[in-house]
């Protein structure tokens, strides 16, 4: 069974440029997460969809980060413009469902960098 | 809000050792709790989950977790730490509702001498 995939596996940019993540989930998979972990902390959530609707996008800062998942499928995070504080790994998930329960599988992320 | 506390940073253990590694968690309904690891260079993983019933849940490669309800507690053991579980080690929490989105602790690392 593939797992989740993404890219870039790795992206530098200067701040206030933008920049895009892309996230392939687990064939199947009605639930989608991306995650912020800044080093030395835990994933933060940062969007959760189910299909192609948002669940929670409590702790996205939506003057600068917008994420979308149109066919339910594949997903995109961008960050307009990038702030030295975004530099971080950007962690995409995906599960069966939306239970709680339900076990996450996560993709090997991506580490950006903003200079 | 819920939180979720792991109190040891950086754990170092030699070979054969046994572990535990705390996991407190302030939220006062029904919770799941969790344990994900991510080994050097690898994914973050499941490595056991409670949902309900026995407290007491076992995991893979020999891992245990025992939720206390009493205590907000849901800590990690291993009677005895190979070289290969060299790793960071992350507790999480989540209501249990449809939907819930799970609070992941700061993380603990894990270093086995061999």
């Known amino acids: 069974e593939a797992g989740v995939a993404q890219s870039p596996r790795y992206k530098i940019i200067e701040k206030r440029q933008s920049v895009a993540f892309w996230c392939n989930p687990i064939?199947?998979?009605?639930?989608l997460y991306w995650y912020q972990q800044i080093l030395g902390q835990g994933p933060k959530l940062l969007i959760q969809?189910?299909?192609?609707?948002?669940?929670?996008d409590s702790q996205l800062p939506k003057d600068r980060f917008s994420a979308e998942r149109l066919k339910g499928v594949d997903s995109t995070l961008k960050i307009q413009p990038a702030k030295l504080e975004d530099s971080a790994v950007y962690l995409c998930?995906?599960?069966?469902?939306?239970?709680?329960?339900?076990?996450?599988?996560f993709g090997p992320g991506t580490r950006l960098t903003v200079l | 809000a819920q939180s979720v506390s792991q109190h040891n940073h950086h754990v170092i253990l030699s070979e054969a050792a046994s572990l535990e590694l705390g996991c407190n968690y302030s939220?006062?309904?029904?919770?799941?709790l969790f344990w994900y690891v991510q080994y050097p260079g690898q994914h973050l993983q499941l490595l056991l989950k409670?949902?309900?019933?026995?407290?007491l849940v076992k995991g893979i490669k020999g891992f245990e977790a025992e939720f206390i309800k009493s205590k907000f507690s849901f800590n990690l053991r291993k009677p005895s730490v190979q070289w290969s579980d060299t790793a960071e080690y992350f507790c999480?929490?989540?209501?249990?509702?449809?939907?819930?989105?799970?609070?992941f602790g700061s993380g603990t690392r894990l270093s086995i001498r061999p």
């Open positions: 999480a929490v989540n209501e249990r509702s449809s939907a819930s989105k799970i609070i």
């Open positions: 998930a995906s599960s069966l469902n939306s239970r709680g329960a339900d076990t996450q599988y």
């Open positions: 409670y949902f309900s019933g026995d407290p």
């Open positions: 939220y006062g309904g029904t919770v799941n």
């Open positions: 969809f189910q299909n192609n609707g948002v669940v929670d």
């Open positions: 064939s199947g998979h009605a639930t």
